[in-house]
């Protein structure tokens, strides 16, 4: 009779090392190799994302403003209770849509890079990497912009930073630019060949907003609002790079801790399907 040894995650452990290693070397080789044209592609996207506008790069301080004061009138007339925030609540909400217009962006274009560029890849064959390295920068640079203004509008209200959490804080929001990139990679996939579940996903990424605590404070202890953030990484992702920022403080080290551990294996994971797929998908179409 046939005996079945489990298998347990140290005899996988170093295969799946190897595999992630030789994953990541190649995704950076590619990368380096064909820097010229994601630049190329950054600047086109830049130039033409709002050459067609009169106000162009202003709309990245309005909008911002706009959905801040959308939100103090909810405030003021009793519709939002926040709870403790700590802050004036227009910086807070501020602050805390910006760090979710951060994930939430990214994973907007990330999810719609095959659909919008797969045809330009298809006929003239070059790593399908190089578009998302395209989106990434050029949510970096757009993103600069509101943080700027985060930071003039938290002077204002008397924030008082610490040395270390102005540095730290970029490094903090990696952990959510890997997931928002990584779930935009299903998505654009599935976005070729599965229109309606990416409406679904797109549709509930939107409600998910209201779920997590952006808008208000993340001491919630009762209801099924609670239950839910305690299995919500997001809830630690953004409360933790909120907290760092306002305060110098460490929100839950350990859950968000694992909560970037999750992000950097889903990325690899999602990465892998991403790189697997996209070819058979599109090669489906065009």
Partial sequence: ML?????TFLTLAPSITVSMIKTFRQTILNLHRYRFLSWQLVRSNLVGGYKRSFIG??????????????????????VVDPGDTSIA???????????????MELYRTSSKVLTERGRMVVMNSFPYEVLLMEKVIVHLINFSIPLALNIIVLLIFGVKFQWYSLLLFPVSLLPLLLLGLGIGMVISVLRVIAVDICTLVDEGMKVLMF??????????????????NKYNPLAYLISFSRELLING??????AYFWCSVFCFFFFYITLRFYLNFSQRVLERIY
């Fill in 3 to 7: 005996k079945l040894y489990p298998i």
């Fill in 57 to 78: 790069l202003g709309w990245m301080l309005i909008l911002p403003i706009i959905t801040v004061f959308t939100w103090i009138l909810l405030n003021g007339a009793g």
């Fill in 89 to 103: 609540y227009p910086a807070y909400v501020l602050l805390s849509t910006s760090i979710w217009g951060f994930f």
């Fill in 211 to 228: 779920l997590t605590p952006v808008v208000y404070a993340p001491k919630i202890e009762t209801g099924w609002l609670a239950f839910f």
């Fill in 249 to 254: 403080d460490f929100y839950k080290t350990t």
